[in-house]
């Protein structure tokens, strides 16, 4: 979620990032802002509204917030503000957001090493995107940041390129994912309501995550 302006012949996308839970630190938190800043500012997007052309421009901040207090989260009216909770153990053992266009998720600490594109993606589900549908992406080059796990690719996007596609290692690695031009369009900028030059994307899901406790046999 955040927030669209236009400033001159520019649309700047503004969202603030705020991690909390035992595997969040300020470190980790900086690394995500960073990811997704870069990954969505990489293609130098454009946008006509009424036959005007704007570039797209990307300004991630971010806060970690141990001791965040989850009347906060609920109570949040500011667009801007996305919260994420990060934990070793995650139910589904999957980073995940609260939906389409949503503020709120809960990510896997093993998903988020550096490079891994798993925050950008994320991000782009706050702002509305979804998966594609079609999970063949073989023949086409560079996968685009919205595919998930799984998707099949060439064999040098694979985990293992020598492993034939569908096989354990013959799909996806995210860290191969970048943000397209045609990404920034599916955002469909152009339909929203700008007041005042201002519009948001997104919309609140205000859910704060308690910490998932594994099972009892696997702790």
């Not at 400033?7 to 690394?31: D, F, K, P, R, V």
């Not at 990060?86 to 988020?112: A, H, M, P, Q």
């Not at 950008?120 to 998930?148: C, F, N, Q, W």
Request: proline residues 6%; charged residues 20%; negative net charge.
């Amino acid at each position: 979620m955040g927030t669209i302006e236009i400033n001159n012949n520019q649309l700047l996308i503004a969202s603030h990032i705020i991690t909390y839970g035992t595997a969040a630190t300020e470190a980790l938190t900086e690394q995500m802002r960073d990811e997704i800043e870069t990954m969505w500012n990489e293609p130098n997007g454009t946008v006509f509204i009424k036959n005007t052309a704007y570039g797209v421009r990307f300004k991630i901040t971010a806060g970690f917030a141990p001791a965040i207090d989850p009347v906060e989260i609920l109570s949040n009216d500011n667009p801007l503000n996305n919260y994420f909770r990060i934990e070793e153990y995650v139910k589904g053992n999957i980073s995940f957001v609260d939906g389409l266009g949503c503020n709120t998720g809960y990510f896997k600490l093993e998903n988020l090493y550096k490079g891994s594109t798993t925050a950008a993606h994320e991000y782009g589900h706050t702002l509305g995107l979804e998966h594609p549908s079609d999970l063949d992406y073989r023949g086409k080059g560079v996968p685009g940041i919205m595919y998930p796990r799984g998707t099949l690719v060439d064999p040098e996007y694979q985990y293992e390129p020598d492993k034939p596609a569908g096989a354990k290692g013959g799909a996806l690695h995210p860290m191969y994912r970048k943000v397209r031009k045609e990404d920034i369009g599916l955002l469909k900028i152009e339909h929203l309501d700008f007041k005042n030059a201002v519009a948001v994307l997104g919309d609140f899901s205000s859910v704060w995550h308690p910490e998932h406790q594994q099972p009892a046999s696997s702790q």
